[in-house]
C-alpha cells in the first residue's frame, strides 16, 4: 500500500481519471499501460480466459515487471466499482522511481512478487505448444524459464490433451513449437529472438554496432560494468545470450551479499542492477549470443548469431560460467520436464509435495534444497564428499536440517528411471534405487569460452587469463590489449557475486586507462 506522502508525490505527476463499473483498463495482449494507483473503488485482474487472479482496492497500485520492460501485458484489469484513480505514465514513472528510493523499493519488490506469483498460474502469458522431442521446443521452455515469462506448455505427444496434437498436426520439424502470444497470435518454429521481439522485450540490434565498450554477458560483473561504464561517460553496449541477470538471477536467495543482512532474491538484486545500469543509459540487448572475438587494432569486432556485429574500442567478457549435466543415460528425455538446473517458482509449483533430490554440494544446491523443502517438497540432498561442511556454508546446513531435507553424502547417481520425461527413480552407483519424481543438479560450472576459440589465452579448463598470467600489464586484461575479462569466466576469480562485481566495476577503469593510451589513439586514428 501506498503512504499518504507517495500518492500525493503519484498525483502530482499523473493524470486523475475514472471509471465506470465493468469498464476494462488494460487487457491481455495489450503493448503497455500506464501505472494505475487506486484512489477510490476497486479493480480485478483477470486471465486470459476471464478467471479472476486477484483484486486491488485504494491506495494500491497495479502493475507487474512488464510494465517496466514494455513487455505485452499479461492479464486483463476491470474496475468492479466506480474507480477514481491516477494513471502515471511510464516513462515518468521510471524517472520517478530512479529519484525516489522508498517508492522503487516498493513497486520494484511488488512487481518481481507479482511476476512470481504470475509464474504459478496456469494459462497466463506464453503458450508454448510442441513434443518433448522436438529440440526447439525444449529451448524455448528454457528460454521463457530463463526469461521469467509466465507460461503455459502443452506437450503435443501426450495422449491427455489431444487438442495439442490437433494444433501442430502437419507442422514440420521446423515449424516447432508453436507459439500463442497474449492476445492470440501465433508464431511457428520461432526464435527465442522472435519472441522476445513480439512480446516487446529489449531492445534490437542493427546489423552493424558501435561502442565504446561492448560488454559480452549480463550477469553481475556484466551489468557492474554497465552501470560505470555509462555513468562514467563511455558509451556502454551489453549483450546477453539468455536474460539480463546471469547466474545471480536464478539465485532464490544471496545471504552473503554485502548490504542485505536479511538476504535478497537474485531476481531482485539483477533487476536492481539493470534498473539502474538503465538510469545510466547503458545499452542492453538480448538474446543476442557472441560467436567469435576478431581482435583488432584500435577496434576489435565481436560477431553474433544471425550474422549481426559489433566494433568495439573495449571489450569486456563477462559470459560466467554454466552448469555441468549428469553422466548419465537418457539425461534428455527428462530435462526441462522432470530435471532441471534451477529452482525457480514454476519447478516448486510443479513438484509440490513430491519426492525430490537435488544433487551437488555447493552453496547453489543448499539454496535450491531449501526453497523446495519450503515449498512442501520431501527433499533429499545427495553429494559425493564426506561431508558436506567441506563445500556448503555452514548457515546452509543448520538449514537444511531446520527444513528437514535429508542429506546423503558419498551418493553419486548411476542410472535414471521413467518413461515419457517423467522420473520415477533413480539408481545410485552402490546400486540402492531412490524413488523421485524431480531431479535438481547443481554439479558445478564450466566457463562459457568455447565461442572464444583462441582469440585470448585461456588455462586448461577453458577459463580467461589475465594479468600477469596473459602477459598482460594490467590484472583484468587478457592476453589481448584492450580485451578484459572479469568475473565467473576469469581464470582464479572467486566464484561469487560481489567478487564479479567488484571485477566488473574495477574492468571500467582499466578501460578507461586503455582509451586514454596515446599510442591506442594514434593506432586507431591510423585505422
Ligand atoms: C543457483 C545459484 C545460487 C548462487 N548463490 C550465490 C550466493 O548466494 N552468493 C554468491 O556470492 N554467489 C552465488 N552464486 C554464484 C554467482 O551467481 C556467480 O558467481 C555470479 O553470477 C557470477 O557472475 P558473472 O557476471 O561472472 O557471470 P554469470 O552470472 O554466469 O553471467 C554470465 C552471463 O553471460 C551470458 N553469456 C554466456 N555466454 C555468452 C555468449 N556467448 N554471448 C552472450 N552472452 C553470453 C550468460 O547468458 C549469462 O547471463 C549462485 C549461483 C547460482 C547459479
Avoid at 122 to 133: K, T, Y
Avoid at 278 to 304: C, Q, W
Avoid at 422 to 440: C, D, H, I, N, W
Avoid at 515 to 523: G, I, K, M, Y
Wanted: charged share 20%; glycine share 12%; hydrophobic share 45%.
Amino acid at each position: 500500500m501506498l503512504s499518504a506522502s507517495q500518492l500525493a508525490r503519484l498525483a502530482a505527476l499523473g493524470e486523475e481519471r475514472t471509471a465506470n463499473a465493468g469498464d476494462v483498463l488494460y487487457r491481455v495482449g495489450d503493448q503497455s499501460y500506464p501505472f494505475i494507483v487506486i484512489l477510490d473503488g476497486e479493480v480485478a485482474i483477470l486471465d486470459a480466459a476471464g478467471n479472476e487472479i486477484v483484486r486491488h482496492g485504494p491506495s494500491n497500485f497495479l502493475g507487474e515487471l512488464n510494465i517496466l520492460s514494455g513487455q505485452t501485458v499479461f492479464v486483463t484489469a476491470v474496475a468492479t466499482r466506480p474507480l477514481r484513480y491516477i494513471a502515471v505514465d511510464r516513462d515518468a514513472l521510471r524517472s520517478l522511481l530512479f529519484e525516489d528510493g522508498l517508492l522503487s523499493d516498493l513497486v520494484l519488490a511488488t512487481f518481481i512478487a507479482r511476476r512470481e506469483a504470475l509464474q504459478r498460474v496456469q494459462g497466463i502469458g506464453l503458450e508454448i505448444v510442441g513434443p518433448h522431442s522436438s529440440a526447439a521446443t525444449m529451448r524455448m521452455l528454457d528460454f521463457a524459464r530463463s526469461y521469467r515469462l509466465p507460461f503455459t506448455w502443452r506437450d503435443s505427444a501426450r495422449t491427455d490433451d489431444p487438442s495439442a496434437a490437433a494444433l501442430v498436426a502437419g507442422l514440420d520439424e521446423g515449424s516447432l513449437p508453436l507459439v500463442r502470444l497474449p492476445g492470440g497470435a501465433e508464431l511457428r518454429g520461432p526464435s527465442p529472438g522472435e519472441v522476445s521481439r513480439a512480446l516487446g522485450i529489449g531492445r534490437e540490434l542493427a546489423p552493424r554496432e558501435e561502442a565504446d565498450l561492448l560488454v559480452v554477458g549480463a550477469g553481475p560483473a556484466g551489468l557492474a560494468a554497465a552501470v560505470y561504464g555509462a555513468s562514467e561517460g563511455l558509451d556502454t553496449l551489453v549483450i546477453d545470450s539468455t536474460v539480463l541477470g546471469g547466474q545471480a538471477g536464478s539465485s532464490r536467495r544471496i545471504e552473503n551479499y554485502l548490504g542485505f543482512p536479511a538476504g535478497i532474491s537474485g531476481t531482485e538484486l539483477t533487476s536492481r542492477a539493470v534498473t539502474q545500469a538503465r538510469k545510466f543509459d547503458a545499452r542492453m540487448a538480448t538474446p543476442y549470443r557472441a560467436v567469435s572475438l576478431e581482435p583488432g587494432n584500435g577496434r576489435h569486432i565481436v560477431r553474433l548469431e544471425d550474422d549481426r556485429e559489433i566494433a568495439a574500442r573495449a571489450v569486456l567478457l563477462a559470459t560466467g560460467a554454466q552448469y555441468r549435466r549428469l553422466p548419465v543415460d537418457g539425461l534428455s528425455e527428462y530435462e526441462g520436464m522432470s530435471i532441471f538446473y534451477a529452482a525457480g517458482p514454476p519447478e516448486a509449483q510443479l513438484c509440490g509435495a513430491a519426492r525430490v533430490g537435488v544433487v551437488g554440494g555447493g552453496n547453489s544446491a543448499g539454496q535450491a534444497a531449501v526453497w523446495l523443502a519450503r515449498g512442501g517438497a520431501i527433499v533429499t540432498l545427495l553429494h559425493r564428499r564426506v561431508d558436506l561442511r567441506e563445500t556448503m556454508s555452514d548457515y546452509l546446513v543448520r538449514e537444511l536440517e531446520r527444513f528437514g531435507v535429508s542429506v546423503r553424502d558419498r551418493s553419486e547417481i548411476a542410472a535414471l528411471h521413467g518413461k515419457d520425461g517423467q522420473l520415477e527413480a533413480v539408481t545410485l552407483k552402490t546400486g540402492e534405487r531412490l524413488p523421485f519424481s524431480f531431479l535438481f543438479l547443481f554439479l558445478g560450472a564450466q566457463p562459457c569460452t568455447d565461442w572464444l576459440d583462441d582469440a585470448v589465452a585461456r588455462d586448461d579448463d577453458g577459463f580467461i587469463l589475465t594479468g600477469a598470467a596473459a602477459g598482460a600489464e594490467n590484472p583484468l586484461e587478457t592476453s589481448v590489449p584492450g580485451v578484459f575479462a572479469a568475473g565467473d569466466v576469469r581464470s582464479g576469480s572467486t566464484k561469487r557475486c560481489a567478487t564479479a562485481v567488484g571485477e566488473g566495476a574495477m574492468a571500467v577503469q582499466l578501460v578507461h586507462g586503455h582509451l586514454a593510451e596515446p599510442s591506442l589513439t594514434q593506432r586507431s586514428t591510423a585505422a
